[in-house]
C-alpha cells in the first residue's frame, strides 16, 4: 500500500532530516553521516537549492545511501521525486488527495498525523506506518503510548523535537520503528 515504507524504517532506525543550502554542505553531510553508521538522510524542500541537492547527492551517493524527500505537500512534488527516482517521500501531513499519486509513484511513502482523527483517515486509505509529526508539540512519547493501546496496527515514525537525550524513549516504544530529526546533522 505504501509502496514498502515498511523497508527504510525497519532499516534506518534513524533518518536525519536535513536542509541543504549550497552543494559545498553536501560531501560534508555524506561524511558526518557515514561516520556515525547513517546510511539514510531526508533532504527537506526548506530551500531554492533543494531540488538541485536531492539530485546531486543521488547521484553521487546512490549505491550507498538511501535519499528520501521531506516537505511533500503536493502532486508536483511527487512528480519530480518520480523523475529524480527518490528513495523515500515524506509528507508533513495526510492528503486523501494525494493518495493516487503517492501510490502511483512507485516510491516508498510516508504521510504525515497528530491527532487520532487524522491517523483515523490515513487507516481509512488504507496507510498505516505514519509520521507523528511535530512529535514535540502533539504529547511525543506519552502520545504515542497512547496511541499504541487504541490504534494498535499502525507504526509511527515520531520527528519534531527529537534529540540526543529522548530518542531512545521512542525508539523503546513498541509502535516506533524509526525516527527523524535534525538533531543528527548539528
Ligand atoms: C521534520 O521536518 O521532520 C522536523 O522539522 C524535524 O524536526 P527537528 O528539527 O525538531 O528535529
Known sequence: ???NIE????????????????????KQLYEHLSSQGIS???????????????ALFKSEYKDSFKVGVGTITSVEHIKRCVELEVDFMVSPGLCPA?????????IPFLPGVSTPSEIMS???????YLKFFPAHLFGGAKALKT??????????CPTGGINAENYQTFLDLPNVMSLG??????
Not at 7 to 26: A, D, F, G
Not at 98 to 106: P, Q
Not at 122 to 128: D, I, K, P, S, T
Open 1 to 3: 500500500m505504501q509502496n
Open 7 to 26: 523497508k527504510i524504517l525497519e532499516s534506518h532506525p534513524l533518518i536525519p532530516v536535513v536542509t541543504i543550502h549550497k552543494e559545498e554542505e553536501i
Open 40 to 54: 539514510c538522510v531526508e533532504i527537506t524542500l526548506r530551500t531554492d537549492f533543494a531540488w538541485e541537492a536531492i
Open 98 to 106: 494525494l493518495k493516487e499519486n503517492f501510490e502511483k509513484s512507485g
Open 122 to 128: 490515513a487507516m481509512e486509505l488504507g496507510w498505516r
Open 147 to 156: 496511541y499504541s493501546n487504541v490504534f494498535k496496527e499502525v507504526i509511527f
Open 181 to 186: 530529526g535534525s538533531w543528527l546533522v548539528k
